[in-house]
């Protein structure tokens, strides 16, 4: 019984799920669906499952719904059998099981971070590592200590020491030889950046050096500087230098590949900052085309920076596109369906349910609590008394007689509110829960094992149950 799959669910979702299921052809699983006698699939329990479902189970696991809550490892020493969640959303139990059920691994990367912190010398050394510690929690491999022209810098060594005792790997990034010089002395790992002209300092330090080219565009200089350090045996990376849009960006996107076919081997860094900070337009998306093409042209090291407000997210961006990247080219894989973490505006499949499929839903309640969801057609809110369909929340208050229910009110205000952003983004909505914006926002992991407790508004008097 291995591959025979038992889904649990409820009244409300029963239909649902064997259709979902039987549309999955060929399915790399049998499958057996058990309604445990709840009407609402997503407000079941650990303890709810064990009390309603007799062991043992002719089943290889047991897959729950995703919003189900409570200690599935009991479950699963109960039962014998893995307990696990599915998809928060039964419609996505096809790509649930698109890559044969296997569990996507984003664990692995083969490109490193650096996170610069740009304004160092005017910072403290407290500073500066505090904002070592967000970068790091944030993905970033290396912190880059951002030297400013004409701009002292005299606790660069005691900033340099502090972020390396806090357990973190140190860039020095100047274009003065004495700040390097200083820095690696100090005990930094990586200096940049060197050129032709300076790569004297390599012999002085034991960083490695970041090669550029001795003047923009100067592509022959670089070449020579990679040529110099190969002959000496001495680690290195190199950075042709990514412009801005419409100041050589193509230009500089050939110079990489150009780079990496003279030399197949040699350890590349691109810096983002020039195209990611200087680009009104979402940084999600950028960082995922530039973290493409550092996969496709197997370039080592990536720089950021956050700089402008708009760019806040960057070095959480591209870790999240660095993993998917690399998942995505082991597997031979377009980069889909391995990670929502770069979708932080619009999804691809935004409303899961049809206006059909809802009204059928809504025309089974029998309990006067509201239900909420969104279709291509707009926000629906329902209960036993009707169904309303609107594409503005103003609409639906008249019908949803809460004038005497402050409380109620508020909520349904909030639910709408995230009812309406999703629908005219094109995100999921899920009611009781907060809308999904990706990596762009750093949302707090939820114990699944812990049951909810009740919200603001949720007086010890109303009976009410919300949620689907």
């Known amino acids: 019984m291995s591959d025979h799959i038992l889904f649990l669910t409820g009244h409300l979702a029963e239909a649902s799920l064997r ?6 052809t060929p399915a790399p699983f049998s499958h057996t669906v058990h309604n445990i006698g709840i009407s609402v699939a997503g407000l079941m329990t650990a303890d709810m499952i064990k009390r309603r479902l007799p062991a043992p189970v002719a089943a290889g696991r047991i897959l729950v719904p995703g919003r189900c809550r409570g200690d599935l490892d009991e479950l699963s020493r109960h039962y014998g059998v893995p307990v696990v969640r599915g998809p928060d959303e039964l419609k996505d139990i096809p790509r649930y099981f698109g890559r044969e059920g296997a569990a996507i691994d984003l664990s692995r990367y083969d490109v490193r971070i650096f996170a610069e912190v740009v304004d160092a010398p005017r910072m403290s050394v407290d500073a500066i590592v505090a ?9 970033a491999d290396v912190i880059d200590l951002g030297c400013l022209p004409a701009t002292p810098f005299p606790h660069l060594e005691e900033a340099v020491r502090a972020v390396k005792d806090a357990g973190h790997a140190v860039s020095v990034d100047s274009m003065s030889s004495e700040e390097l010089l200083r820095g ?3 005990g930094a790992d990586y200096l940049l950046s060197l050129k032709e002209d300076s790569l004297w300092l390599a012999d002085e330090v034991a960083a490695v050096p970041v090669l550029i080219p001795a003047r923009p565009g100067d592509f022959d200089s670089l070449v020579r500087a990679v040529r110099t350090l190969l002959e000496r045996d001495r680690d290195f990376l190199a950075d042709p230098i990514l412009d801005p849009i419409h100041f050589g960006f193509t230009e500089s996107i050939v110079r990489y590949h ?6 197949p081997d040699v350890a590349m860094m691109m810096g983002t900052g020039n195209v990611s900070e200087l680009t009104d337009a ?3 998306g950028i960082h995922a085309l530039l973290s493409g093409i550092v996969s496709e042209l197997g370039i080592n090291a990536l720089l950021t920076t956050e700089v402008s407000p708009h760019a806040r997210c960057a070095v959480r961006e591209i870790d999240a596109a660095r993993r998917m990247m690399h998942a995505a080219r082991e597997a031979g894989s377009l980069p889909r369906d391995w990670s929502p973490a770069l979708l932080a505006v619009h999804e691809r ?10 009204a059928a839903l809504a025309a089974a309640i029998k309990d006067p609590s509201f239900r909420i969801q969104v279709s291509a057609a707009g926000i629906h809110v329902y209960n036993r008394d009707g169904h309303h369909v609107a594409d503005d929340p103003f609409r639906l208050y008249s019908q949803l007689n809460l004038d005497h229910d402050g409380a109620h009110a508020f909520y349904m205000g909030v639910e709408l509110a995230r009812a309406r952003i999703a629908w005219q983004l094109g995100k999921r909505y899920i009611q009781d829960e907060e809308l999904r914006w990706g990596c762009a926002t750093e949302g707090a992991t939820e114990d699944m094992n812990a049951h909810r407790a009740p919200g603001a508004t949720l007086a010890p008097h109303d009976k009410r149950r919300t949620g689907r």
């Open 131 to 139: 904002r070592a510690q967000r970068y790091r929690r944030d993905g």
């Open 282 to 284: 979402d940084t999600a």
């Open 349 to 358: 499949e935004p409303f899961p349910d049809t206006t059909e499929e809802i």
């Open 258 to 263: 150009r780079l990496r076919s003279m030399f």
């Open 184 to 186: 690696g002395r100090a």
């Open 19 to 24: 259709k979902v299921l039987d549309g999955i």
